[in-house]
């Protein structure tokens, strides 16, 4: 294997690539929301990390790469309410039509592609180690990722906390501790056909840890 360098975003630098287990690379990417057709915007992660993967397997790496895919989410249920249909009956017909576009690129198939709906009990019980560290908060059925717990939060992106935008939940603003919060688990609404059970009370997960 020859030495590969990637650009880390943390650190703005370009730097070797060090597995932390020789020959074996790991890939997470968020994958599509599946309220409809994919686009451009959907493609380009598919189409950048699955050519990387191959790029990697070609030098002789052991790759996993995972992408999930949304199946639970505001714009699922806003889309199924307009088709009249349910919102799980949505995901799976839009789900199988990514399948079938992203399988046209000829590029090739994540090594895994778990549906935010078959993990629910990993989310909820990641929840609960956020809220136990004291990194997220529950309010009338809600739970809020506490934005200001986290020292490095922004150290990616490269912002500072206090230029970052107020999330959309509005909703919910009136329960945040803080505006820059954002929802984990939201609390069952009467409009919403699908819905779990967690220590907090029924809902479903928000859309960032489902990514």
């Not at 686009?39 to 950048?48: E, K, S, T």
């Not at 819905?195 to 840890?209: E, L, V």
Request: proline share 4%.
């Amino acid at each position: 294997m020859g030495t590969i360098s990637l650009h880390d975003t943390r650190t703005g630098e370009v730097q070797a690539l060090e597995p932390r287990e020789p020959g074996r690379i790991g890939i997470y990417a968020c994958g599509p929301t599946v309220y409809d057709r994919i686009h451009v915007g959907n493609a380009r992660p598919f189409v950048v990390f699955s050519l990387l993967k191959r790029f990697l397997a070609h030098e002789g790496y052991d790759v996993n790469l995972v992408m999930n895919i949304t199946d639970v989410n505001d714009k699922i249920y806003a889309a199924a309410r307009a088709r009249g249909l349910d919102s799980a009956q949505l995901a799976r017909e839009m789900g199988q039509a990514y399948l079938v576009d992203t399988d046209a690129l000829g590029l090739g198939r994540p090594d895994h592609e778990p549906l935010a709906s078959d993990t629910i009990g990993a989310i909820v019980a990641l929840i609960e180690r956020l809220i136990d560290r004291g990194h997220a908060y529950a309010v009338d059925g809600d739970v809020y990722f506490s934005v200001r717990s986290d020292a490095g939060y922004g150290e990616l992106s490269h912002r500072d906390v206090e230029e970052m935008d107020q999330g959309e939940d509005v909703e919910g603003a009136v329960r945040k501790r803080d505006p820059l919060d954002f929802a984990l688990w939201k609390a069952h609404k009467s409009d919403e056909d699908t819905a779990w059970d967690a220590p907090w009370g029924r809902g479903r997960p928000g859309w960032h840890i489902e990514c």
